[in-house]
């Protein structure tokens, strides 16, 4: 083997190394959502502190994509897709490391909600999840399969999350209006579902970031969102 077919090979090794770190960043972050979400809709408590444990590790885990993605730029100087490919993976990492701190945040908040007999389902909040969970999952796919047409599809649905979020505000905000005494446990829930929007929102980043590196262009269309929750007016329900 020459000397330039073992600098491209090594090269190669590189960036596949890259994509397998991403991949296993992208696992880490859909078991903290699995087990926030657990927390929140089951009342597990033990789901909720092994989702907030896990949340070092993806920091850490941020911290050597990075470091990986300097090293690289500094001593290989790509070009071209090489060149999208690791600022991409810088990027992705950023939004990663956010998801798993959404979580996170949803576990903490399971833990205070638990302590609360609520009136109500949890089967919209537990809908919304799911969905999250779908398209985290779509999100992960696209970067270990760099393909563009499943990160479209995630970019596509981000607005059927959006929707449910809407649905939840509105029903929550109700319940409020309706007894003080659900205001403690509705305003978790409604950081919760915003965490869950939020979640969502990085994933169809991540998603954008997938196309852009795979076919070097952004997605053309109009990204759809739908949040109009800081629009939304709740009125008591007629007796």
């Not at 960043?25 to 444990?53: F, K, W």
């Not at 929550?172 to 979640?199: G, Q, S, V």
Request: hydrophobic share 45%.
């Amino acid at each position: 083997m020459s000397g330039a077919e073992h600098i491209v090979k090594s090269f190669e090794a590189e960036l596949k190394k890259l994509v397998d770190l991403l991949v296993q960043m992208g696992g880490m972050v859909e078991s903290q959502l699995v087990l926030a979400t657990t927390a929140v809709v089951d009342r597990d408590s033990r789901a909720a502190t092994q989702a907030v444990e896990g949340d070092p590790q993806v920091d850490a885990m941020e911290s050597t994509i990075e470091q990986h993605c300097i090293r690289m730029l500094a001593l290989r100087q790509p070009m071209a897709v090489d060149l999208r490919l690791i600022v991409s993976a810088l990027k992705t990492a950023t939004d990663m490391e956010r998801i798993g701190d959404y979580a996170a945040n949803v576990a903490k908040r399971s833990v205070v909600l638990a302590q609360f007999s609520l009136p109500f389902s949890l089967s919209g909040i537990g809908s919304m999840a799911r969905q999250v969970q779908i398209n985290l999952k779509l999100t992960v796919d696209a970067i270990s399969e760099s393909d563009a047409e499943k990160a479209i599809t995630v970019w596509r649905t981000d607005q059927a999350i959006d929707d449910l979020y809407n649905t939840i505000f509105r029903e929550l905000i109700t319940y409020m209006m309706e007894d003080p005494r659900n205001i403690t446990p509705c305003t978790h829930l409604l950081f919760i579902a915003k965490n869950l929007e939020r979640i969502g929102d990085h994933c169809t980043n991540i998603a954008e970031t997938v196309h852009f590196a795979v076919r070097g262009e952004n997605i053309q269309d109009a990204r759809p969102k739908s949040d109009n929750s800081p629009y939304a007016v709740v009125r008591p329900r007629e007796s």
